[in-house]
């Protein structure tokens, strides 16, 4: 679904953790009930009603909102703040029962990026994202064995479920030992799911806040070096260029020229929050495993062009990875 300019007037407010400004408001004043109505259908898609229902819940009553979509936001702003904080509770015992079989689980996604917004408890997640080190990753993965829900997936990693949440773990590409290796990471994440299933706006908002938070911390220059040898610059690049033209965040573009973000726009918009709204997604889901890993191949080849352009060394190792993956599985 397009993003429309109220969504964004609003999308951008919540991450700048003020009101909109006068133009803006003039913008929201003159808003018919179709165009609330599709403000929240966008919130919803992208995963990020939280954040919308707190900026519309400071709107001033001059701003004409259809009764039952303001009251539907201020409901998803009070259920994503809750959650938010269950989760985060829940990590941290997660982490710490790791931490005493003698692991050091490095979290990342959900809790740890939702500290870069101003109000951490709105930036929704439904899972939990822990990375391992090679040395621990195997250890880890025994110790997981035993949980609820364990399985392995195709790329070598692992997920379990903790209290009805969903865990994912995997082995550690980067080190994260500092602010420039934070943003890599998230990056990364954001490139995958670009050339996977598709990419929400939430993910690509993760880059912008800590790029914002961590501005003064980290070393553009070592950043660029570092995405360089990742082999992401391209990518990067696009991002930036996204980042600095709609959400109104200026951060450093390694690319030594500017670049049109249409093709980042278009799947965040055909997909939504991680491509789970994209055409034909939703009925994929519910067919057989083998007919939903179908479904994702279909998707990683209708990226290919995508992919090679902005991604090339990812989308190959994707491919390694999937390939020898489903062949060890089958052996």
Known sequence: ?????????????????????????????????????????????????????????????????????????????????????????????????????????????????????????????????????????????????????????????????????????????????????????????????ACGTGLGLRQVSDVAMACKSLEGEYDPARLEKALKKAGMIKWQTLLASFINNRLGIQIPSPGKEKIPDTPLLKIVEEGGNFGHHASGRGKAMEKSVAGRKLDTVKRLVRKLPFSLRYAPKETLRTIVSLTVGNFKKNA
């Open 1 to 193: 679904m397009r993003l429309s300019e109220e969504f964004m007037i609003l999308f951008r407010a919540a991450l700048l953790g003020g009101n909109p400004g006068e133009e803006d408001m003039k913008v929201l004043s003159s808003a018919g009930e179709e165009d609330w109505r599709k403000v929240a259908a966008i919130a919803r898609e992208q995963n990020v009603t939280g954040l919308v229902g707190d900026v519309v819940q400071g709107l001033p009553e001059t701003i004409n909102i259809p009764e039952d979509i303001f009251l539907y936001l201020l409901a998803e702003r009070e259920k994503t703040a809750l959650q938010g904080r269950r989760m985060a509770v829940l990590a941290a015992a997660i982490i710490q029962n790791l931490k005493d079989a003698g692991l050091n689980p490095i979290l990342m996604k959900g809790p740890a990026t939702a500290a870069f917004y101003p109000k951490p408890e709105l930036r929704s997640y439904g899972d939990i994202d822990l990375y391992f080190t090679k040395d621990e990753f195997e250890i880890a993965r025994d110790i997981a064995k035993s949980a609820d829900g364990f399985s392995l997936s195709g790329d070598g990693s692992f997920h379990f479920r903790k209290d009805g949440v969903d865990v994912d773990a995997q082995l550690l590409r980067f080190d994260v030992s500092s602010p420039d290796e934070v943003i890599l990471m998230l990056s990364a994440h954001a490139m995958r799911h």
